[in-house]
C-alpha cells in the first residue's frame, strides 16, 4: 500500500477508536482535529501526530480527510473544511448519511463506515469490524479499499441505498436490543433480582448466531404458540404498560 | 457433596445439555428416559447408564428426579411418573411452570432451572449459566445446592414469583432479540447484503452489556432525538409493515 496522509476530523466515539487503530497500524493518520483543546492535543501529544482544535488549522494537501463528526454535523463541517482545504478526497464515517452530503463541497468524495459500536474506551478488534466503503471515483475508492484492508479483514463496497438499509438494520440488532436488554434490568431491579442472571443468555443468543441463522436459533412461547405462557406474561406486564406494548408487538411479530 | 442417584425425564434441548454436563461431572446421573427409542439407547449406551423409553421402567428409590419435559407436559409426566416410583424428591426444570405444578403428586418437589438457552449440540459452558433452585423443603433445597454448586458457579434461590419474572426478562433478552436478528436478516436478505455484516454488532452489542449497565451503553437515534434518521428509517420500512410496526413501538419506548 502507497503511504497516505489521513487527516481525521473529530475525536468523538468513533474518531477516537478510528484514531486509535490508524495510529497502531501505521496507516498514516497525520492530523487530528477536535473542537475540545485538551482533547486534541493529548490524543495528539501521545500519538505524536499534528494536532489543532481550530479546524482552520488543519493542513492542506494531505492525501484524504475523514469527517467522523456526527450526521447533522457534516455539512457544516464539510462547508467550513472546505474553506480550509479546497479541493480534496474527503469521506465521512456515517451509515446513515448519503455521500452526497459532500458533494457541494468537493469533486472526490466517498464513504468509510466501520459497521460498529464504536464505544470510547472500549477494546475493539479493529480487524473483525466490516468496513463499508463507497467512493465516486476509481483513485478514491482504490485508496479506501487500501486503507480498509490494512484496518480490518472484512471490507464490503456498499452503495448509498445499500448503507440505508444497513443502517436501518444495525438500529435493529444494536439500539432495539440493548434497549430490551435495558428494559428487562429495568424489571430486575424493580424486582430485586441481579441483572447477572441475563446476562449469559444475552451473550449466548448474540453468540448463537454467528454461525446459525437467526431463524433456526429461535425458541420460545411465542415460537411455539405457547398461549398460556404468554397471557401469563401479559397479565405479569399489566405493571409495565409501555413494556407490556412492545412484548405484545414483537409476540405478534413472532407468531406470523 | 454426597453421592446421589439422579433419573432423568425427557431428552430433548435442556434435557440432553443437562444428560451430557451431570455426565461429564460424575454428579450421579443414573437413569435417563425419552419417549424415542433410538435417543434413549444411544445416550444410555454411551454413558454407560440405565435407560428406557417407557416411563414404567423407570427405577424406583432414586434420590432425584428431574422432569425435563415441556411446560405443558409437566404435570402428565409428573402424574405417570408418580404411578411408577411413589413418592420421591421430583424438580422440574422449567422457567414458566410454578413449583407448585409438582404439588399434588409429591410431597417433596422444586425446580432446578438453568438460566440459559439450551440448544442440542451446542457446546455449552454450564459453569457459567446461572442456576435458580427452589423447593418446599429444607432437605431437598440442600441436595439441590450440593448438585447445582457442582455444575455451575452460579447458582441461586429463586422463588417461584422471582421465576416467573426472570422467565418474561429472558424471553425478551433473548426470544425477542433473536426475533430482531431475524428481521434484520430478512431485509439483508431482500437486498442482497450479507448477513455477515451485522453478526460482529451483534456479539458487541452483547458483550459491551456483561461489564456495563444496559442504559450506559444505549447509542442510536432515538436515543439522541435524531428524528431526521427515524423519518428516513421508516419511509424506507414502509415496504415492511410489521416491521415498521416493531420499529415505532421499540423507538416510541427508547425516546422515553
Redo the contacts between chains.
Keep these: 500500500m502507497k503511504p497516505i496522509k489521513i487527516g481525521l476530523i473529530g475525536l468523538g466515539?468513533a474518531g477516537s477508536q478510528l484514531a486509535r487503530a490508524l495510529h497502531r497500524k501505521h496507516l498514516g493518520l497525520h492530523a487530528v482535529f477536535t473542537r475540545d483543546e485538551q482533547k486534541a492535543s493529548s490524543i495528539g501529544r501521545r500519538m505524536r501526530i499534528f494536532y489543532t482544535h481550530d479546524l482552520s488549522a488543519i493542513p492542506k494537501g494531505l492525501d484524504l480527510y475523514i469527517l467522523a463528526v456526527s450526521?447533522?454535523a457534516i455539512t457544516e463541517v464539510a462547508a467550513q473544511l472546505a474553506k480550509v482545504i479546497g479541493d480534496a478526497n474527503v469521506v465521512h464515517i456515517s451509515g446513515?448519511a448519503s455521500s452526497k452530503t459532500l458533494a457541494p463541497f468537493f469533486k472526490s468524495y466517498g464513504v468509510f463506515y466501520p459497521?460498529?459500536?464504536l464505544?470510547k474506551g472500549?477494546k475493539?478488534k479493529f480487524k473483525?469490524?466490516?468496513i463499508?466503503i463507497e467512493a465516486n471515483n476509481e483513485p478514491l475508492k482504490s485508496m479506501l479499499l487500501d486503507l480498509a484492508r490494512g484496518l480490518s479483514e472484512?471490507v464490503?463496497f456498499?452503495n448509498d441505498e445499500?448503507r440505508?438499509?444497513?443502517?436501518?438494520?444495525?438500529?435493529?440488532?444494536?439500539?432495539?436490543?440493548?434497549?430490551?436488554?435495558?428494559?428487562?434490568?429495568k424489571?430486575?431491579n424493580d424486582?430485586d433480582?441481579?441483572?447477572?442472571?441475563?446476562?449469559?443468555?444475552?451473550?449466548?443468543?448474540?453468540?448463537?448466531?454467528?454461525k446459525m441463522?437467526?431463524?433456526d436459533?429461535?425458541?420460545?412461547?411465542?415460537?411455539r404458540g405457547?398461549q398460556?405462557?404468554i397471557e401469563?406474561?401479559m397479565e405479569?406486564?399489566e405493571q409495565y404498560p409501555?413494556?407490556l406494548?412492545?412484548?405484545e408487538?414483537?409476540t405478534k411479530?413472532?407468531e406470523?
Aim: charged share 20%.
Design positions: 466515539n450526521d447533522s446513515a459497521l460498529q459500536t464505544t472500549r475493539i473483525e469490524i466490516p463499508c472484512k464490503y456498499i445499500e440505508a438499509w444497513l443502517h436501518v438494520t444495525a438500529v435493529m440488532v444494536n439500539n432495539f436490543t440493548n434497549h430490551l436488554y435495558s428494559l428487562a434490568e424489571i430486575t424486582k433480582l441481579s441483572f447477572d442472571l441475563l446476562r449469559p443468555l444475552i451473550l449466548e443468543t448474540a453468540s448463537k448466531v454467528q441463522d437467526p431463524k436459533a429461535q425458541t420460545g412461547p411465542a415460537a405457547d398460556k405462557t401469563a406474561h405479569k406486564l409501555d413494556i406494548k412492545v412484548y408487538v414483537l411479530s413472532l406470523k
